[in-house]
C-alpha cells in the first residue's frame, strides 16, 4: 500500500472481494432484477458478495431487499451500507469526467446519514451494519479524515471502502494499494480496516469502452494479478450497470469462474475483516 501500513490477506491468499453497490433510485427495474439474480448467481456458484445498499434505496426496494435478508444473508449475501443518499465524505475533481467538482458535506451530515442507514437495516432487515462504502470513494481514502473516520466508529463501522481514486480523483487505481488499518497508518486513529477499491468502478469503465469482451478482459488482467502475487482485489459493481451487453449478469458468472479456476478465493466484505481482525486479535 502507498501511504500506509498495508494488511493484505491472511496467509498472502490471492483473494477476490465482490461489492455491488446498490443504489437506484427511485424505483428501478434494473434494480429488482438485479436483486433477483445476482443473489441466485451467487449461491448457485457457492461464494458470497456483499451489496452496500443506499438508504434511499432501500425504502424504494424494501420487499425485495426483505426477501434477499431473509433467504440469502448472511452466507451468500453480506449486507452493508453506502450512506442513505449518496453524501460523499470528501470533496473531489474528477479527471476522466473533465475535472468535474463534487463537494463532500460536512462530517456532521456523514455521521447523520451512516447513523440511519445502519438503523434502517436493523429496523427492516434485522442487519446489524459494521461496513460501508464512501460514495465516489477518494485518493487516500480517509488517511485525511481523522473526524469522519471517528465519527464512523462511533456509528459501528468497522471496515470502509474509501480508497477508490489516484491523486488525479481519477481511475483505475493500482493493485498496489492494499487493505490496511487505519490506526496502524496512523497513531491515534481508529482500527477500522480500509479495503481499498483497486482497478475501475465497473460503471466508470463502461462508460469509456464498448464490448464485453473488453471488459473481460480488464477483469481477467487484475484475476491474473491477484493470484500470481497473492494480492486482494475489492471489485467494485453497481446495481445499475450490472446488465451493460448483459443482460443475464453472464460476465459476473464468467468472473468467478475464471477466478476459481486460478486458484483465488472468493470472500464477503465481512468475513475478509472477520479474518483480518481476528489475525489482529480484536475478535
Known amino acids: 500500500m502507498r501511504g500506509g501500513s498495508a494488511a493484505g490477506a491472511p496467509g498472502g491468499r490471492p483473494t477476490l472481494l465482490i461489492g455491488y453497490d446498490v443504489e437506484s433510485s427511485p424505483r428501478s427495474k434494473a434494480t429488482v432484477k438485479f436483486l433477483e439474480l445476482a443473489p441466485k448467481i451467487h449461491e448457485e456458484y457457492g461464494v458470497p458478495c456483499t451489496f452496500f445498499v443506499l438508504g434511499r ?29 449518496h453524501v460523499l465524505f470528501k470533496t473531489v475533481v474528477i479527471a476522466y ?13 456523514v455521521e447523520c446519514e451512516v447513523r440511519v ?13 459494521i461496513g460501508l462504502t464512501a460514495p465516489f470513494c477518494y485518493h487516500r481514502g480517509l488517511l485525511d479524515r481523522p473526524d469522519v473516520l471517528e465519527a464512523l466508529w462511533r456509528c ?31 497513531e491515534g486513529y481508529p482500527p477500522i480496516l480500509e479495503c481499498c477499491v483497486q482497478g475501475w468502478h465497473d460503471n466508470a469503465l463502461k462508460a469509456l469502452i464498448k464490448t464485453r469482451e473488453e471488459y473481460m478482459d480488464y477483469v481477467k488482467r487484475y484475476i491474473d494479478e ?50 483480518m481482525a481476528r489475525e489482529r486479535g480484536l475478535l
Open 156 to 186: 459501528g463501522i468497522r471496515f470502509v471502502r474509501s480508497w477508490g481514486r489516484d491523486e488525479r480523483d481519477s481511475l483505475p487505481v493500482s493493485l498496489d494499494v492494499q487493505p490496511f488499518w487505519y490506526d496502524q497508518a496512523v
Open 226 to 275: 491477484v493470484a500470481e502475487r497473492g494480492l486482494v482485489w475489492s471489485y467494485c459493481q453497481h446495481d445499475h450497470s450490472s446488465f451493460w451487453n448483459d443482460p443475464e449478469m453472464r460476465m459476473v458468472e464468467e468472473m468467478i469462474e475464471y477466478a476459481l479456476d486460478r486458484g483465488v478465493r472468493i470472500v464477503s466484505y465481512r468475513q475478509f475483516y472477520e479474518e
Open 97 to 109: 469526467r473533465g475535472n468535474k467538482l463534487v463537494r463532500g458535506a460536512p462530517v456532521e451530515v
Open 117 to 129: 442507514t445502519s438503523e434502517m437495516l436493523r429496523a427492516l432487515l434485522g442487519v446489524e451494519c
Open 57 to 85: 434505496t432501500l425504502l424504494y426496494h424494501l420487499e425485495e431487499l426483505r426477501r434477499v435478508a431473509e433467504r440469502y444473508y448472511p452466507d451468500v449475501v453480506d449486507i452493508q451500507q453506502h450512506t442513505f443518499s
